[in-house]
């Protein structure tokens, strides 16, 4: 019997998102179950398993029909030993999540981070297929990446590969970042620094719409300011500007060195389309070198929530092949 | 008869490196042959060809016990097609030169840029020996750069990875650069702008040795300037201390995405050594990650003028084998 699918998980603060699919990355089944953060995530890899186990029997798959499962955890992950460093959210230390759920699914697992596998599942089947150098942007509360170089994830020595969130843009007097540095991308181009912006502008323009909504007690989202500017607010837009010309001067800087064919932008600011990518092409124009501006091209994550699980399903089939 | 040797050319403005290397990186002979730039450089491939003949004969080695030639140029490279798309200096533009010099030399021939080979001659036999994730800065007229990762040059879509020398530093109001854009690295930590720098400070410190000698109608270079800092010339410090912050934090934002184990200085400025490397660091700190920081280790280039050819032999070793 010839192994011909593979299994991919991407576990989440909540939920653990998981797929079975063809080696082809054909989905035959989706499914999620919670994220169980009791004991510092010690039931997480046991729920997985039985609910695997259950999954396969109804649809009649055999585990000796798999290569394998890939699974993808937010935090720092030593690939090559198969374990998690530290993830913060979940409550793993130092945990040997690869010698663990390969016992209890009794298959090989590979592990890596979130993020990247989030740019392999847009490098497979979504917004990147094709593109075999491509940097991923996840933009949502923080700013998350991924890159892909010559057809394969980009790990760096110790696995920080694709950190791109702490590119430095503001080298004086920059924000603090939760990273211990400050002025990094995450601090400025991210959701939560998109509303940083748009709260410090709106108490500086009081005729706009943003510091109206201040004094009625809404909270600033960036759903409201990219709103606010489809109206015409100005000050609305020169936040959208300014978050997006250090995301476009830091996607340069990258491209400078990496040379991509791709630039996705996914994560949940990816909503606002091309109110985004709009000012991002423009400052991106004005700091990329000539040729690497004309090899690249912007396009906006496709797979949503499912990147996760194909990547990892990507990764299972990449790493694990025989 | 197993293939067993490589020849190594680096192509420069002024002459052609040759050297003849055991696939493990013995080095049987090398020598120079003058760069013949007449008529768009039309004679150069048939001058290396005519070399190699001689000396692969005094050598006693026949073509067929090579597995073949790499050969690095300066300039823009389409390595698949192995094509030189333009190599100012040399002159030529949309040379087929991996054609031309297999037929000269009845060898397969890989080509590549010479700043990347320059890198992979420091990864394979030089500073940054067994680190698979590394990048080099060529500090000299211009700020040359190559990455390593996975144990692989990296490329990009279109040959222009690892142009590191025009990461954007100075957003804002830079000095205009030869690549089109302005505020690029190599405008102000290349020897170019080491000295650029040290003249506008020297106008503006009238007690600065450097004023001096400029009064006396001495030019600035790096020497100098490297020179006056350690005779404790604060205005030649500030200028090398500047140079430093600005190369210190591309590095470190180019650390922040490829997470590299070493990161190698070289070119002519690297002479200045320690003196280079201490503010260097310091700044480097900064701006990198706490984990990259760890990670990652600065390394003075051991190679000099050999890079280039240890580098095209290790291309043609990697890319040509059988």
Same mark, same amino acid.
């Given at each position: 019997?010839?192994?011909?699918?593979?299994?991919?998980?991407?576990?989440?603060?909540?939920? @653990?998102?998981?797929?079975?699919?063809?080696?082809?990355?054909?989905?035959?089944?989706?499914?999620?179950?919670?994220?169980?953060?009791?004991?510092?995530?010690?039931?997480?890899?046991?729920?997985?398993?039985?609910?695997?186990?259950?999954?396969?029997?109804?649809?009649?798959?055999?585990? &000796?029909?798999?290569?394998?499962?890939?699974?993808?955890?937010?935090?720092?992950?030593?690939?090559?030993?198969?374990?998690?460093?530290?993830?913060?959210?979940?409550?793993?230390?130092?945990?040997?999540? @690869?010698?663990?759920?390969?016992?209890?699914?009794?298959?090989?697992?590979?592990?890596?981070?979130?993020?990247?596998?989030?740019?392999?599942?847009?490098?497979?089947?979504?917004?990147?297929?094709?593109?075999?150098?491509?940097?991923?942007?996840?933009?949502?509360?923080?700013?998350?990446?991924?890159?892909?170089?010559?057809?394969?994830?980009?790990?760096?020595?110790?696995?920080?590969?694709?950190?791109?969130?702490?590119?430095?843009?503001?080298?004086?007097?920059?924000?603090?970042?939760?990273?211990?540095?400050?002025?990094?991308?995450?601090?400025?181009?991210?959701?939560?620094?998109?509303?940083?912006?748009? &709260?410090?502008?709106?108490?500086?323009?009081?005729?706009?719409?943003?510091?109206?909504?201040?004094?009625?007690?809404?909270?600033?989202?960036?759903?409201?300011?990219?709103?606010?500017?489809?109206?015409?607010?100005?000050?609305?837009?020169?936040?959208?500007?300014?978050?997006?010309?250090?995301?476009?001067?830091?996607?340069? &800087?990258?491209?400078?060195?990496?040379?991509?064919?791709?630039? @996705?932008?996914?994560?949940?600011?990816?909503?606002?389309?091309?109110?985004?990518?709009?000012?991002?092409? &423009?400052?991106?124009?004005?700091?990329?070198?000539?040729?690497?501006?004309?090899?690249?091209?912007?396009?906006?994550?496709?797979?949503?929530?499912?990147?996760? @699980?194909?990547?990892?399903?990507?990764?299972?089939?990449?790493?694990?092949?025989?």
């Amino acid at each position: 019997m010839e192994a011909q699918y593979v299994l991919g998980i991407d576990v989440g603060g909540t939920s @653990v998102k998981l797929a079975v699919l063809t080696v082809d990355g054909n989905l035959l089944e989706k499914w999620n179950v919670p994220t169980n953060k009791a004991d510092n995530g010690a039931y997480i890899l046991k729920d997985i398993s039985s609910s695997v186990k259950e999954h396969l029997l109804n649809l009649r798959l055999d585990k &000796n029909q798999f290569i394998g499962a890939g699974i993808g955890v937010p935090g720092f992950i030593n690939m090559e030993k198969g374990m998690v460093d530290f993830a913060v959210n979940i409550g793993w230390r130092d945990y040997p999540i @690869v010698r663990i759920l390969s016992d209890y699914l009794d298959m090989p697992v590979v592990v890596d981070n979130d993020a990247n596998l989030a740019a392999a599942g847009e490098y497979w089947k979504g917004a990147g297929t094709g593109a075999d150098d491509l940097i991923m942007f996840t933009i949502g509360t923080g700013v998350g990446g991924g890159i892909i170089v010559k057809g394969d994830i980009l790990h760096g020595v110790g696995g920080m590969g694709g950190e791109i969130g702490h590119v430095t843009v503001v080298p004086e007097g920059g924000t603090p970042c939760n990273c211990g540095k400050a002025g990094c991308l995450e601090t400025v181009s991210s959701a939560t620094g998109i509303v940083r912006i748009g &709260n410090i502008e709106a108490e500086k323009n009081k005729e706009s719409s943003l510091y109206k909504q201040k004094q009625e007690g809404i909270q600033l989202t960036t759903k409201n300011i990219f709103e606010a500017a489809v109206r015409g607010d100005q000050t609305a837009d020169a936040v959208i500007e300014k978050a997006m010309y250090f995301l476009g001067l830091a996607a340069a &800087n990258i491209a400078n060195v990496l040379n991509p064919q791709k630039i @996705v932008i996914g994560g949940g600011v990816s909503a606002a389309g091309e109110q985004l990518l709009f000012p991002l092409r &423009n400052h991106y124009d004005n700091f990329a070198l000539e040729r690497v501006k004309l090899d690249s091209e912007f396009a906006l994550a496709e797979l949503g929530n499912d990147a996760g @699980v194909m990547g990892a399903a990507w990764l299972a089939k990449t790493y694990l092949k025989d």
